[in-house]
């Protein structure tokens, strides 16, 4: 018995910080340090905090559902679980499905891009060759085990925190004058703001840009994906969400303001990175160089965390019998081989559309890998509002949940209008409203499948983990 639980089990080595650095890995990346001067061109210096902020408004709310959940019930696959279980195994399947093949993408997108960005020192080097190589070292940190993983994303995610406090702190004082910049230019102060109308481009900029703002705060989400790795689940879990949450919006709302307060939106969205341009004003030498590194370390930290994520939810769709059982084998380790290859296979795969497809496939595949996220949040806030209903139903008791939504149904209800929201206006951006389509084919694909053939096959009365686990109802 106890050999066949190790062959179907992860291990809970993940610690506290562990669950924090791996959300953060999944959040900060190109969004933040390139994304940021399209967010302030459209909305303006004042329309882009307002932006953050409201995205980080919809953040918190999600994490709020998600800490009751995975609290509840701390299991690798997360919201595709609970989905399954307090909504219909359908949806279910379909986010799981669409979840996992958008990192599973997502991981190509960012090898792919850090090649490119390795060209600028090596510009007669082969991209495939740098997407190669930087595959194979995150395979072999995510197949060493979790704990291996875990500690990886944790440096990874330090250097990128490091940086984006140092940002924050030469920016914000050659903004206020205390640091002088290269040629004797005066500070600006917060002459931007007073200068420029509150949206330069009106609600409709605003409105594109949430849409933005709102996939780069996606990875939170993570916490939940790890919960069935953490140690300490009733401890790590709400302690980790809590620091993700404030300490990402205090760094997204500080750089921002910062950025919006040194860099004209007229010319924000015409730079490669705003951040190279703040530096590169104070007098930074090799600021270009600082900042592609420190991209190419983000890029990095997001594939590793993509991988992660993907892994996990295969093995979980394999758990509830929506995959091949052999999906759902780790090894001595912990480490679920089977559905690491599989996903690392599909990186591959959807990395090589890009040479062969590049106007057709690949756009296809980036959108995918932006509706994979949101719709996880949707189905969080969705999971969350209907789990709370089935516990009090079958007599569950509020104090006996170490972790609580506050405010139900009035902040789960709000979470799920906005992120739903934040999905329909994709359809009014021309360059995002290939993902509603590709998303909606995918979707349709998945329930006809599920129907056709998952729902005939008899299903078991759940997996291992989920009986140990989840005792509560």
């Not at 910080?17 to 399209?38: C, K, N, P």
């Not at 702190?169 to 205390?178: D, E, N, S, T, Y």
């Not at 620091?243 to 307060?261: K, S």
Request: hydrophobic share 50%; charged share 10%; aromatic share 12%.
């Amino acid at each position: 018995m106890s050999t066949q639980r190790s062959s179907h089990e992860l291990q809970r080595t993940l610690k506290s910080r562990h669950l924090f650095m791996i959300s953060l890995g999944g959040i900060i990346g190109t969004g933040l340090f390139l994304g940021s001067g399209y967010t302030i061109s459209q909305a303006g210096p004042i329309g882009a905090i307002i932006s953050y902020l409201v995205g980080g408004f919809i953040m918190y709310l999600t994490m709020l559902c998600l800490g009751e959940l995975s609290v509840a019930m701390p299991v690798s696959g997360s919201f595709q679980t609970y989905t399954t279980k307090f909504i219909s195994p359908a949806m279910g399947f379909t986010i799981g499905w669409i979840y996992w093949l958008g990192w599973a993408v997502t991981v190509a997108l960012e090898l792919l891009s850090s090649g490119l960005l390795m060209q600028r020192w090596f510009p007669d080097s082969p991209v495939w060759m740098w997407c190669a190589i930087f595959g194979v070292i995150l395979f072999l940190l995510n197949a060493l085990s979790a704990k291996a993983f875990g500690e990886t994303e944790f440096w990874f995610s330090s250097f990128k925190v490091a940086a984006i406090l140092a940002f924050i702190v030469l920016g914000g004082g050659a903004m206020f004058g205390i640091i002088p910049f290269r040629g004797g230019e005066a500070a600006p102060l917060l002459s931007n703001f007073a200068e420029t109308s509150w949206l330069p481009n009106g609600i409709t900029g605003l409105l594109l840009t949430m849409i933005t703002v709102n996939f780069s705060f996606q990875g939170t989400e993570l916490i939940g994906i790890a919960a069935g790795e953490s140690d300490n689940p009733e401890q790590n879990i709400p302690k980790s969400i809590r620091a993700t949450v404030w300490r990402t919006l205090i760094f997204f709302v500080l750089a921002i303001t910062i950025l919006a307060g040194q860099i004209p939106h007229q010319q924000a969205g015409v730079i490669e990175s705003p951040f190279v341009m703040v530096f590169d004003k104070i007098g930074i030498p090799y600021a270009a160089d600082i900042m592609n590194f420190v991209i190419l370390t983000a890029l990095l930290s997001v594939a590793n965390s993509g991988l992660y994520a993907a892994t996990r939810m295969l093995w979980s769709l394999s758990k509830t019998e929506m995959a091949s059982p052999t999906l759902g084998k780790v090894n001595k380790k912990g480490v679920p081989m089977n559905a690491l290859l599989l996903t690392f296979s599909i990186s591959l795969l959807s990395l090589l559309s890009s040479v062969y497809a590049e106007n057709t496939v690949y756009l296809w595949l980036i959108s995918l890998a932006g509706l994979g996220a949101q719709v996880g949040w949707i189905s969080i806030s969705a999971s969350q509002l209907a789990f709370r209903k089935h516990y009090l139903k079958n007599g569950g008791k509020l104090k006996d949940l170490k972790f609580r939504t506050p405010f139900y149904p009035i902040l789960p209800l709000i979470s799920l209008t906005l992120n739903l929201v934040v999905l329909i206006s994709l359809a009014f951006d021309k360059d995002q409203r290939v993902a509603l389509y590709c998303g909606g084919v995918f979707a349709l694909f998945c329930l006809l499948y599920y129907f056709l053939r998952i729902k005939r096959k008899p299903m078991s009365n759940g997996s291992p983990e989920d009986n140990k686990t989840y005792h509560i109802i």
